[in-house]
């Protein structure tokens, strides 16, 4: 029975991840859940990863107050499991759910863990945004283009804020910035300058 049992799991574990490779979120969950159920009590170190794809899966279907329970549900039960992404999962998964403050707080954390995570230093701008952190939100932003000098999501941002702040100057600078490796990104904010 003990091997038969862990050949089922192997097979369901390879059906989670196979669906969730090929981006079928809705099966890769059922399946998900049909290996936790038959694994939840074997002490498995993998677990808290299972976990949090659990979570990632969640939020990929718009499921946001399963995805902010699952991954706070790691946080408390296997502190020591939460990395950077998964402090940074909770931050977007909170920011969806239109809490700020504590969205701040998970980006904050993920970012003391993994300083050079881009992603959350464009998620803490827009939250800082929220929170009316303007100076804060430039700063975090400033980051994300240090880090990725050619995503134009950070640059896109702060553009944006230069202009609704009236601070023309820094929104020439980037917008030409911007021209120089994503051209039709930089057209599309022409109009906010002529404003």
Do not use: Y
Request: hydrophobic share 50%; proline share 3%.
């Amino acid at each position: 029975m003990h091997i038969q049992a862990h050949c089922q799991a192997w097979l369901l574990a390879c059906r989670w991840r196979g669906w969730l490779w090929s981006g079928h979120a809705r099966k890769a969950l059922l399946a998900l859940d049909d290996w936790l159920l038959l694994t939840a009590n074997q002490g498995r170190s993998d677990l808290a990863h299972a976990w949090v794809t659990r979570a990632h899966l969640l939020a990929e279907l718009h499921r946001w107050d399963e995805a902010r329970s699952q991954l706070l549900t790691v946080s408390q039960q296997q502190p020591e499991a939460m990395t950077a992404s998964i402090w940074f999962n909770l931050g977007f998964v909170l920011e969806k759910l239109k809490q700020p403050g504590q969205a701040c707080d998970a980006f904050r954390q993920a970012l003391s863990l993994s300083p050079a995570m881009d992603t959350a230093w464009l998620g803490l701008g827009r939250v800082l945004i929220q929170l009316g952190d303007w100076d804060g939100a430039v700063a975090a932003w400033s980051r994300q283009v240090e880090l990725q000098p050619l995503c134009p999501d950070g640059l896109e941002c702060l553009i944006r804020l230069h202009a609704a702040r009236g601070h023309w100057a820094q929104a020439v600078q980037g917008l030409h910035q911007l021209r120089s490796f994503a051209p039709r990104q930089a057209m599309l904010l022409e109009s906010i300058m002529a404003a």
